[in-house]
C-alpha cells in the first residue's frame, strides 16, 4: 500500500553550504524533510489542512561531507511495515528511514530515522496513521 521507496533528487544550493563548503547540519533535516513530503507525493497522500504529520523524533547520523551539486533523498516508510500495518487498528506514530545519497556512492552522506505523530491541527491533539491516512487519501 503505502510502503515503496520514494527517490528525490535535489540541488545543493549555494546557501546550503558553511564555512568549511559542505552542506550545513540543518540544511540537511530540510533535505528529509522535502523527501517526506515527496513520499506523501508519490503515494498520492495529501498533507491535509486538518490533519497532519509533525516529527516526534529525529536519529541522524552524518556520514559524509555534502559538497556542492546533486543529491539524491531515499525515504520509506520503516515502522509499520507491510506486514505490521493493520488499517483496523490504531497506530500513533510512523517511522521512516531516510538516506541522503551523493551521485555514485555507494553508501549514504546522511542516515536517518524520522519518527513522525498525527495531529489534529484545529483541536490540537492526537490522531491516528489511520485516521491520517483516510484523510489524506480522500483530500
Known sequence: ??????RLTL???PNDLDALGHVNNAVA??????GRWDWLAQ????H?????????????????EIPRGRVEVRTVLDTPDAEEYDP???TF???????VHLPGAPDPAVDALVTVAFLDARQRSLV??????AAAAAH
Open 43 to 46: 503515494h498520492d497522500l495529501v
Open 29 to 34: 533535516l530540510e533535505y528529509l524533510e522535502a
Open 128 to 133: 491516528s496513521l489511520q485516521d491520517f491516512l
Open 93 to 99: 506514530r510512523a517511522r521512516f528511514r531516510q538516506r
Open 48 to 64: 491535509g489542512d486538518r490533519l497532519i504529520s509533525v516529527v516526534a523524533r529525529t536519529e541522524i547520523d552524518y556520514r559524509a
Open 11 to 13: 540541488p545543493v544550493r
Open 1 to 6: 500500500m503505502y510502503f515503496s521507496e520514494t
Open 88 to 90: 483496523d487498528s490504531i
